[in-house]
């Protein structure tokens, strides 16, 4: 029971930051509702038992990204000048249309019963967690099969510091 009330107020804690993200008018603001979003949703995987996840979601994204997304904010002076944009009615029916989206996901969600494996057998995921351990089942596949995929994302990663420096030495 507790555990369902936990989810609920982290779940609302994610949900709540993620709006704040996409409606804050501050970029410095949006991040730091971004991070709420992370803490949130670093909360509903130890909730999960998922405590590598957990804390890979709290150092990787709301350490490392979180700041570099606000040195890039800092960099490129985004905090200035803001102007309203022309096209906020269009933003608004998008944003409803994907609310009710996930809103009728979440209700079937909730709705739909789970599927609960018969006594006496065990999942094979657990199994390979038993073997190898939560660590090597995340890492094998990621730096066997996807390894590819990880490279190029480190990257764009790179790109994108690279070209938001350049774009803010041209103002300089």
Do not use: C
Not at 27 to 45: E, N, Q
Not at 63 to 81: E, K, Q, R, S, T
Not at 85 to 104: C, E, H, K, T
Request: no cysteine; hydrophobic share 60%; net charge positive.
């Amino acid at each position: 029971m507790i555990r369902e009330i936990l989810w609920w107020i982290f779940a609302a804690e994610a949900v709540l930051g993620a709006l704040g993200m996409v409606l804050s008018r501050n970029p410095v603001g949006s991040l730091l509702s971004l991070v709420v979003t992370f803490f949130g949703l670093a909360a509903i995987y130890v909730l999960l038992g998922a405590f590598f996840i957990s804390a890979i979601q709290v150092i990787v994204y709301a350490g490392a990204i979180m700041v570099l997304f606000l040195f890039v904010i800092m960099l490129l002076n985004l905090g200035h000048d803001y102007h309203a944009d022309l096209r906020r009615g269009v933003w608004l029916v998008l944003g409803g249309l994907a609310s009710g989206l996930i809103g009728f996901v979440l209700y079937r969600a909730v709705r739909t019963p789970s599927l609960e494996l018969p006594s006496g057998l065990t999942s094979p995921l657990d199994e390979l967690v038993q073997r190898q351990g939560a660590v090597g089942v995340i890492a094998a596949p990621l730096f066997r099969d996807f390894s590819v995929a990880f490279e190029v994302t480190s990257v764009l990663l790179l790109v994108a510091a690279i070209g938001a420096v350049v774009l803010a030495k041209r103002r300089v």
